[in-house]
């Protein structure tokens, strides 16, 4: 017996913003598990909330693209670093 899984159809890239990158690397992470204490100090979660991912180019500034399916929901997000 097969079990056949619907395919999405992706729609292609739309530009939605950019992300400005000054060390070299982008970080992912959710935006609710960022502490700041009452020094200013950033505390980045201990657990895998967040990740970090080096351009391998250095600094400039990215632009972001989704990628939406048929009935309008995120299926991708693209960091053009070229």
């Known amino acids: 017996m097969v ?3 619907p395919v999405s159809t992706v729609f ?4 939605i913003g950019s ?3 000054d060390s070299g690397v ?4 959710d935006q609710s598990h960022i502490k700041v204490d009452k020094a200013g ?8 909330l967040y990740t970090e991912i080096n351009t391998e180019v250095g600094d400039g500034e990215y632009k972001i693209y989704e990628c939406r ?3 309008g929901g995120l299926r991708k997000i693209i960091i053009d670093i070229q």
């Not at 100090?41 to 895998?48: D, E, Q, R, V």
């Open 3 to 5: 079990i056949s899984t």
């Open 69 to 71: 399916d048929e009935q």
């Open 41 to 48: 100090a950033i505390n980045l979660p201990s657990y895998n």
């Open 19 to 21: 992300v400005a990158v």
């Open 26 to 29: 982008i970080s992912v992470i």
């Open 12 to 15: 292609k890239p739309k530009f």
